[in-house]
């Protein structure tokens, strides 16, 4: 039995190149296609947003001459790129997909309603809700807990490279400690940086919780939908 009936799944860009160094990885992409759809098939109601560091960073970009407000559209193009991928390889393996864009870009995609999203998916299509917030100085972290709250999602699935959260960053700590679960107060008390504090607030005062879990492992993505203890649980 599934855990949850509706997810809001964040998906990092930088994931998606995969093995290369810029871009879309096809084999990433299509894995986590794959995932996506297994999870789909369980009945499970999936509304997705993908961040653009795979191919352009907003904040990165105006600490090199850009201006920031370009900067951040730039980015939001990004997500709306990888969005058209993930549509395109979840339509390939027979899984409907609507791709949303918080920015007017018809025909690209159709522009976000929260009522539209939800529609979307209880017709039996994965919603995917691109282009942030449409508006710069936001991530798209605080992008998809603004998604999760408005399209009533159970949980947040933050999907990363890595496998929960730490006491540390375990990619340079090799003795860090990793959390089964953790409180939002205990996030702010320890430092940790799990997302941003501007979405880790939105999703403590909204009562969302967050599940962080490695993306990159095939099946973990049903595990955690199975009620399987593979990540960490953020709550209230």
Request: net charge neutral; hydrophobic share 40%.
């Amino acid at each position: 039995m599934a855990r949850f009936k509706r997810i809001l799944l964040k998906l990092s860009g930088e994931s998606l190149m995969g093995k290369q160094g810029y871009g879309i990885d096809p084999e990433r992409l299509n894995d986590y296609a794959q995932q996506i759809k297994e999870v789909h098939d369980m009945g499970v109601q999936i509304g997705i947003v993908i961040g653009g560091g795979n191919i352009f960073r907003g904040l990165s970009g105006s600490q090199k001459g850009f201006d920031r407000v370009k900067g951040d559209q730039m980015g939001m193009c990004a997500t709306v790129i990888n969005s058209l991928a993930l549509s395109s390889a979840l339509e390939a393996i027979g899984t409907k997909a609507k791709v949303f864009t918080a920015i007017r870009m018809e025909p690209i995609g159709e522009f976000y309603s929260k009522w539209k999203a939800i529609e979307a998916m209880e017709h039996g299509a994965v919603a995917i809700m691109s282009a942030g917030t449409g508006n710069p100085y936001f991530t798209t972290d605080t992008g998809s807990s603004l998604r999760g709250i408005e399209i009533e999602a159970d949980v947040m699935l933050k999907g990363t490279r890595v496998d929960g959260i730490y006491t540390a960053d375990p990619e340079k700590e090799p003795t860090a400690t990793k959390f089964s679960e953790i409180t939002y107060d205990d996030i702010y008390k320890k430092g940790l940086k799990v997302m941003d504090l501007t979405a880790t607030t939105m999703c403590k005062e909204n009562n969302l919780p967050i599940y962080v879990f490695n993306m990159d492992v095939l099946g973990n993505l049903r595990k955690v939908i199975l009620g399987e203890d593979i990540g960490t649980l953020v709550h209230n």
